[in-house]
C-alpha cells in the first residue's frame, strides 16, 4: 500500500514538472517572444516608475500609441505619457489595469477616453476578463493573481478567469494566437482615407451597442465609474475625462448620445473632474482609417489643435 501511495505521490510530482516546464516554456516564447501590444506585459516590463499621465480607455484611445503617437505627444506636451488603453475596455478592465499598474509606478493624472458603450453592459466590463485572448500573452506575476483573486470577492471577475491566468490554461491551449486588435488596427493607421458603407457603420453600431440600453446596467457602471474617481483621488491622482472626434454620420447612429452626453457631464461636475467633449471637432471624414478611428493626420491634427492643449494645461496644475 504505501508503495503504491508513493507511486502516485511520485507520478503527480513528475506530472507537475513537466506542466511546469511548459508553461515556462511558452511563457519565454510566446509572452515574452511575441507580446503582441498586451497591457498586462507593457505594464510588468515598464522601465519608467513615474509619469505625468495615464490614458485609459477603450479603442478609440488607440491611435494616440500608434507607430510614433505617443512619442510625438509626449514633445507637445513636455510630458511622460503611458497609454494603457484596450479595445472594448470598460470599466472593470481598466480599473483592474491601472491598480496593476499601481503596484510597481505612478502617475499625476490620468486621462479617461471615455465611450457610452462602454457603461451600458457587461460585454465590456466583466465579460470582457473573460476573453483568453488577454491572458494568452498577460506575463504570470503574483501582485496581478493577487489582483484577479481581489476582483473575484467583489464580483468583477469569475473565478474560472483567476484559475485560468494561474494555470496558464489559454497560453498553453492556444498560443498562436491571431494578431491582437491593436496589432491589426495600427496595420490601417496609415492607409489612405477609406469610406466606410453604410452596412459597416451598422454593424460597428450594432457590435457595440447590442439590444435596448438597460437603465439598470447603466447606472451599475457609472456607479463603478464614480467608485474608480473616487479611487484614483484616493491616491493623489488627478482625473480628466474626454471623448474623441467621431464622423459625423456615425455620431448620429449612436443610440441615445445626446442623453448619455447630459447625464455624464452632470455626474463629472459634481465630482469636480473635468470633462471635455470633442465628439463632433475634428470629424472630418477623411481623418479616419475606418468607421470611427481616427488615422495618423486626423491624430496629429488632434493633437495639435485639441488633445496637447488640455494636457498642457492640466500639467500645469501638478
Known amino acids: 500500500m504505501m508503495k503504491t501511495w508513493h507511486r502516485v505521490v511520485l507520478f503527480a510530482f513528475i506530472g507537475l514538472l513537466l506542466y511546469a516546464a511548459v508553461f515556462y516554456s511558452v511563457e519565454t516564447r510566446f509572452v515574452y517572444g511575441d507580446p503582441q501590444e498586451n497591457r498586462f506585459f507593457q505594464i510588468k516590463t515598464l522601465e519608467n516608475s513615474s509619469y505625468d499621465y495615464v490614458i485609459l480607455g477603450s479603442s478609440h484611445a ?108 489559454s497560453k498553453l491551449n492556444n498560443p498562436h494566437t491571431a494578431n491582437s486588435t491593436h496589432v491589426q488596427m495600427e496595420k490601417w493607421f496609415n492607409r489612405p482615407p477609406y469610406k466606410p458603407s453604410a452596412s459597416e457603420r451598422k454593424e460597428r453600431i450594432e457590435r457595440l451597442y447590442p439590444g435596448e440600453i438597460q437603465p439598470q446596467a447603466f447606472d451599475k457602471y457609472l456607479t463603478l465609474f464614480v467608485d474608480f474617481i473616487h479611487f484614483l483621488k484616493s491616491q493623489g491622482i488627478e482625473v480628466i475625462v474626454i471623448k474623441t472626434p467621431v464622423p459625423q454620420v456615425f455620431y448620429d447612429m449612436i443610440p441615445h448620445e445626446e442623453e448619455f452626453n447630459q447625464r455624464i457631464s452632470g455626474v463629472l461636475a459634481g465630482e469636480g473632474v473635468p470633462f471635455y467633449n470633442f465628439s463632433l471637432v475634428n470629424n472630418d471624414p477623411k481623418l479616419f482609417f475606418d468607421t470611427d478611428h481616427l488615422n495618423r493626420t486626423g491624430v496629429m491634427q488632434f493633437f495639435a489643435d485639441y488633445f496637447s492643449p488640455v494636457l498642457i494645461e492640466h500639467r500645469g496644475n501638478d
Not at 74 to 80: A, D, H, I, K, L
Not at 104 to 110: D, F, L, M, S, V
Not at 130 to 151: E, G, I
Open 62 to 169: 488607440l491611435p494616440f500609441d500608434f507607430e510614433d503617437m505617443n512619442e510625438q505627444l509626449e514633445q507637445m506636451t513636455g510630458s511622460q505619457i503611458l497609454n494603457l488603453a484596450t479595445a472594448g475596455g470598460g470599466i472593470v478592465l481598466n480599473r483592474l489595469l491601472f491598480e496593476y499598474f499601481l503596484k510597481r509606478h505612478n502617475t499625476k493624472n490620468i486621462l479617461y477616453v471615455l465611450d457610452s458603450f462602454a457603461l451600458y453592459s457587461s460585454e465590456w466590463n466583466e465579460n470582457r476578463l473573460n476573453d483568453s485572448q488577454l491572458l494568452q500573452r498577460a506575463p504570470f506575476d503574483l501582485a496581478l493573481a493577487q489582483l484577479f483573486f481581489s476582483y473575484n470577492f467583489t464580483g468583477r471577475a469569475s473565478l474560472g478567469v483567476t484559475l485560468d491566468y494561474l494555470s496558464g490554461f
